[in-house]
């Protein structure tokens, strides 16, 4: 990619050609870095895409690079130069984030000092990601005592550059564009960030890789989404700005759907299932996974009990037909019948409870894995995250599954976003958006039946979990304090189960993924 990419800028004639933050081996390698030979391989692909590129301009490759000194961590995050079929000069990054999904500091040495590249007369400061993510008129707090750009200005830049591998959140680019502008105006310098694209297990990279003139305005901007190469002109503020849609729902669509086709292929599924219940999560996910994997590849498994409703296997077969995907019909009456018959001895005085509600939603798991098993297909789970956060979903039921692709949307966001794709054409029927929501596990049973209301509920949670406010804060804002301490309460208790969850496809400023790291004992 890497090589393909060079190519066509050199195509279009540029003076320097710019890679992303690790863009050789994605990011982040986690604890691939502790391994001596993938940090051997990277160096030698280094080499190899060096001389394939002998005749080429000079390219900045985002890589890994061993700290030769003998105190420190033993790795740089740095850029490093490509010229005359050879890897040359090397920048290193400053500020090493150690928040939310970032742990860079377990691996990387921060690098001190101000890093130029002198080319075609013009000084270029050499920034990596969260070097431009410190600027202290732009921030009410500032996370880091030093400001390389600053000093980069300070040094006699003409123009910065930065390689980024900034993973997305809703709303996260108009943010950059703001904070990019804002410092491009600050020093009088044009500005260039060249982000990341594509998607890493639980992190989803947009590209869209911008550039500001020395007044801050925004001059060129790529796709979102999707991979690309634009040329600039940086010293003149000459580029084109590729079209976009910023609604917070179009954006978790496209995030969602470049998710799951980039986790099947870089884990090598090519087909994909998922249960379908009749209800808008089921029907959401499967919606996105056709546009992501292509309807061929995408099963739907309808697996109805005594309690489903015939309105719920007609939503899922009008959904299937909507969308193009294939369908398949699982009865679980009978298997259910022999559980009970096997479990009456043991069983014997207590009453019907929670235990039968899981003991469906694990049947429904293991037919599930079994077809996923025997088939080779990725299995998608299908709850979201309000459900997640109170433990509304069951262990090796419903949880099954290799990728939650909605489990970061709140339960609001599911129901906004559903009807944004029913704007492209028919999906996800009328009556699974407006029937109330129910897991349809015992009769007449309904979500509110065990939650407060979602509108309330994901009120609650997003101060919660996305502010981080506790009972007492949440409480002050006018929440009535019964329903508030009961829903924190079911957070906690949730823990273990969300530690064995599939891997969460983050899409707000706070998934339950690499970025949330609460232990599940814990006195409150």
């Known amino acids: 990619m890497i090589v393909r990419g060079a190519r066509a800028a050199q195509a279009q004639g540029a003076d320097l050609i710019v890679t992303p933050e690790l863009a050789l081996m994605g990011y982040l390698p986690r604890d691939l870095l502790m391994n001596q030979g993938f940090i051997r391989r990277a160096s030698e692909k280094l080499k190899q ?137 600050k020093y009088g310098l044009p500005v260039a960030i060249v982000n990341q694209v594509g998607a890493n297990d639980d992190l989803i990279f947009d590209g869209r890789s911008a550039a500001f003139d020395a007044q801050g305005n925004l001059f060129a901007r790529a796709k979102g989404f999707e991979e690309d190469v634009i040329s600039i002109e940086l010293m003149t503020g000459q580029g084109t700005i590729a079209p976009d849609d910023y ?50 590849n995408v099963l739907g498994v309808m697996m109805p009990s005594r309690y489903s409703s015939q309105g719920s296997l007609d939503d899922s077969v ?38 039968e509600e899981n003991i469906q ?30 433990g509304y979903c069951t262990l090796y039921g419903d949880m099954n599954g290799g990728l939650a692709v909605i489990a970061d949307l709140p339960k609001m966001m599911v129901y906004r976003v559903s009807r944004w794709r029913n704007q492209r054409g028919p999906a996800i029927p009328e009556s699974t958006i407006t029937k109330p929501p129910s897991a349809e596990l015992r009769p007449d049973q309904t979500d509110q039946d065990s939650l407060p209301p979602y509108e309330l509920l994901d009120e609650i949670l997003e101060l919660h979990v996305e502010q981080s406010q506790s009972a007492e804060e949440i409480i002050a804002r006018g929440y009535d304090e019964q329903t508030v301490r009961r829903v924190l309460r079911l957070v906690r208790i949730a823990e273990f189960k969300r530690k064995q969850a599939a891997p969460v496809l983050k899409v707000t400023s706070r998934a339950f993924g690499t970025g949330w790291r609460m232990p599940i004992v814990r006195q409150e």
């Not at 690098?111 to 410190?134: A, K, M, P």
């Not at 209800?279 to 996974?289: E, F, N, P, R, Y």
Request: net charge negative; proline share 5%; aromatic share 8%.
């Open 49 to 185: 895409i060096a001389a394939e590129l002998k005749d080429a301009p000079p390219i900045l490759v985002g890589v890994a690079t061993p700290n030769p000194s003998d105190v420190g961590r033993p790795l740089f995050n740095s850029a490093v130069l490509l010229q005359n079929g050879v890897p040359g000069q090397a920048f290193h990054k400053s500020l090493l984030p150690t928040y939310d999904v970032f742990d860079e500091d377990r691996y990387f040495e921060p690098f001190q000092g101000t890093q130029i590249l002198e080319l075609n007369g013009v000084r270029l400061g050499i920034s990596i990601c969260e070097d431009v993510w410190n600027d202290r008129d732009f921030w009410h707090r500032r996370r880091y005592h030093q400001d390389p750009i600053e000093a980069m200005a300070q040094a006699g830049a003409q123009a910065i550059i930065n390689l980024s591998a900034s993973p997305f959140t809703v709303g996260k680019q108009e943010l950059r564009e703001r904070m990019l502008g804002h410092m491009a105006r």
């Open 247 to 296: 609604q917070p729902e179009a954006e978790i669509w496209n995030a969602l759907v470049l998710g799951v086709r980039d986790y099947a292929r870089k884990t090598r599924f090519r087909k994909v299932l998922l249960g379908l219940s009749g209800g808008i999560d089921s029907a959401l996910t499967a919606a996105i996974a056709a546009d992501a994997m292509g309807p061929e």
């Open 318 to 355: 009008e959904l299937a037909r909507n969308i193009g995907i294939e369908t398949m019909l699982l009865p679980i009456s009978g298997i259910m019948q022999t559980y009970d018959g096997v479990l009456s001895d043991a069983f014997t005085g207590l009453k019907p409870d929670v235990t």
């Open 361 to 390: 939603s694990r049947i429904r798991g293991n037919l599930l894995m079994a077809l996923s098993n025997k088939f080779g297909s990725l299995l998608l789970t299908t709850g979201n995250k309000s459900e997640m956060s109170v």
